[in-house]
């Protein structure tokens, strides 16, 4: 599956974003899908993920602060962002894996086979 992600840019402290990632080549309903990010010498985190049975997992850091959803219809995943911080500055993936994971493994990145090339998000 190829992944396309779209929707970075730049934000003040507090603002809103919308990440999406647009997938093509296989089944999207098949696929578990994540967002990661990596912010400048760090290394990269999971912030969200969606297992193809639908069970969401959030990252502390923006739990009740991020929405993931997916709509199988048009085979996009998306992040919705509120009240960004500035640490959310970092670029931000689209992972796929297919089939399903465990939730233990959800935020590993050895656990995703598929990943976009990434979006800037810069938060000042």
């Known amino acids: 599956v190829q992944l396309v992600e779209s929707g970075g840019g730049s934000v003040q402290v507090g603002g809103s974003l919308t990440l999406s990632c647009v997938a093509s080549g296989d089944t999207f309903s098949s696929y578990c899908m994540g967002w990661f990010r990596q912010a400048p010498g760090k290394e990269r985190e999971g912030v969200a993920s969606i297992t193809s049975d639908g069970v969401i997992s959030y990252a502390d850091s923006v739990k009740g602060r991020a929405t993931i959803s997916k709509d199988n219809t048009k085979d996009v995943l998306y992040l919705q962002m509120n009240s960004l911080k500035a640490e959310g500055t970092a670029m931000y993936y689209c992972?796929?894996?297919?089939?399903?994971?465990?939730?233990?493994?959800?935020?590993?990145?050895?656990?995703?086979?598929?990943w976009g090339q990434g979006t800037q998000v810069t938060v000042s």
């Open positions: 992972a796929a894996n297919r089939g399903t994971l465990s939730r233990l493994l959800v935020f590993e990145e050895r656990a995703y086979k598929f």
